[in-house]
Each structure stands twice: as C-alpha cells, then as structure tokens.
C-alpha cells in the first residue's frame, strides 16, 4: 500500500479545495479509507472515512454539511471536496486506509498513511 495525498494549498476564507489521496501500490481497494487532519499544537483529528464500494461514508460533526468524500478508480482514488473553508481549517490533511473495510475514527486503527497535504485557509 502506497499512499499519496495531493490537492493542498491556500484559499481564502469561504473557499473551496478537493484533495486526492491515491493508492499506487493497487493494493487497499476493497478497505476503509479515512482522512484525518493536523493543525499545530493540536492533536490528530478524525475528518472522514468511506467504505471500499463507496456506499458507506462517515464524517466527524464538525464537517457535515461542508466536507464530500468519495471513491473512484476501482477504488484506488479517494477523494475530499472541503468547502466553505475556514481559518480554523488550517492543517496538515492525511489519509489513511485500513486493512479492513470495518469503520474506525481513531487515527490509531489505521494501518497505512500518506504524507500529509497542506491546507492554510486565510482570513
């Protein structure tokens, strides 16, 4: 398993950015695939996970509403739609896949991760 996460950047306040996590090793398709989020200081955030089909999705409260995931490409490809941003938004994003399609919101249960993915959201 290989993780890539790509799509960060800097927006303004009220903006919008989708970040890709691909898995180039083909080999965690049918888990669960999360991303979670690291500001400074702070600790490690669960954001939002999606089944190996796609047909389950899972988002922390704070997201409801402003943050999609999904899942193409035969399931190699997440993806993350955040919108209407916010300073606070402000983090370091990651995904992460399991070895099992089985939901978890602790970062500790996921078995592989990405390099993280800058997001600043200015004011």
């Known amino acids: 398993v290989q993780l890539q996460a790509f799509g960060g950047g800097l927006v303004q306040d009220g903006g919008s950015l989708t970040l890709v996590c691909v898995d180039s090793?083909?080999?965690?398709?049918?888990?669960?695939w999360g991303w979670f989020r690291q500001a400074p200081g702070k600790e490690r955030e669960f954001v939002a996970a999606?089944?190996?089909?796609?047909?389950?999705?899972y988002y922390a409260d704070s997201f409801k509403g402003r943050f999609t995931v999904s899942r193409e490409n035969a399931g190699n490809t997440v993806n993350l739609q955040m919108n209407a941003l916010r300073p606070e938004d402000t983090a370091d994003y990651y995904c992460?896949?399991?070895?099992?399609?089985?939901?978890?919101?602790?970062?500790?249960?996921?078995?592989?991760w990405g390099r993280g993915t800058q997001v600043t959201v200015s004011s």
């Open positions: 992460a896949a399991r070895k099992y399609d089985i939901y978890n919101d602790r970062w500790d249960a996921y078995d592989y």
């Open positions: 090793g083909r080999t965690a398709s049918e888990s669960l």
């Open positions: 999606i089944s190996w089909r796609g047909l389950r999705k």
